[in-house]
């Protein structure tokens, strides 16, 4: 029940996030619009009561309560960031809106950016941890919390590699120079620094 559950708010949230953008953009009913997009917290809501309810009529937790748990993590610290990303691409290419603002490409400037991401991950990772541990004292260390704890794991080691990811850009920027060398590469055309390097 509860996989199904968690397969069913996951095409709920893509099937709300786009009819609340189709509504704002293409019929031209931003209210109605917003009303849908704000419908989707309800989703975590109810998977985190059905997994609760499940655990409390004696269900042995197993991997899938621990997915339903970083599910609700992970769309809790990232949803609201991918209802921004598609909003801004419906409003560019159905009401005129600018284009999609690109994240910076070099320098500290990119580091910064790789730090934000490296935030929402891991706060996705926390909230996913707290509510694994919830789920382990809920239980109690008399039951079988292995695969929680298993899942708790997963978490952490996804959120060192977004600290590792982050770190790299700050250690180690991409320079102006790498950037000034892509420019000039790219007003030779494809293959030309190759036939430079054969002297043809």
Known sequence: MVLGLIIACEVAFWVLLLMGLSLRYLARMPRLGAAVLLCEPLLEVVLFVVTAIDLKNGAAPDWKH???????????????RTVKWLDAHFAHRYAGGPPPVRPPKYGMARAAYEWRTAGRWILACAIAAGLLQGAVWYVGEAGDVASLRDWQSKVAFVAGINLVIAGSYTVFPKRERERERERVEGERGPGESERELSGR
């Open 66 to 80: 621990g997915l339903a748990a970083v599910y609700i993590g992970f769309t809790v610290a990232l949803g609201h």
